[in-house]
Nanobody, 119 residues
Framework: QVQLVESGGGLVQAGGSLRLSCAASGSIFSIDAMGWYRQAPGKERELVAADISGGSTDYADSVKGRFTISRDNAKNMVYLQMNSLKPEDTAVYYC?????????????WGQGTQVTVSS
């Protein structure tokens, strides 16, 4: 099994910054993509940013230029630096990783961390 643990959420005023961290542990042979999703009340979960093995990244249009995803492959960690935060960024943020235990590939999710941006 693989466990993902997020940290770094909280309450911040509009225009402020937060940095989310996610640590992957357990039966990990290899990690392909790692990313961040978010889900606001009454809305579907959406991709925020993804880092695909090999250096490719992808961002939601709404966060381009404000958020930056990065990875530390040696530590199996992924980060999300969020700048110029807006009230519409308020959501539960989930870490996702596409991992192999040496036999199968599967998607794993963290428990989520709340980000609240006040106006």
């Amino acid at each position: 099994q693989v466990q993902l643990v997020e940290s770094g959420g909280g309450l911040v005023q509009a225009g402020g910054s937060l940095r989310l961290s996610c640590a992957a542990s357990g039966s990990i042979f290899s990690i392909d993509a790692m990313g961040w999703y978010r889900q606001a009340p009454g809305k579907e979960r959406e991709l925020v940013a993804a880092d695909i093995s090999g250096g490719s990244t992808d961002y939601a249009d709404s966060v381009k230029g404000r958020f930056t995803i990065s990875r530390d492959n040696a530590k199996n960690m992924v980060y999300l630096q969020m700048n110029s935060l807006k009230p519409e960024d308020t959501a539960v943020y989930y870490c996702n990783a596409h991992c192999s235990d040496g036999y199968d590939w599967d998607d794993y999710w963290g428990q989520g961390t709340q980000v609240t941006v006040s106006s």
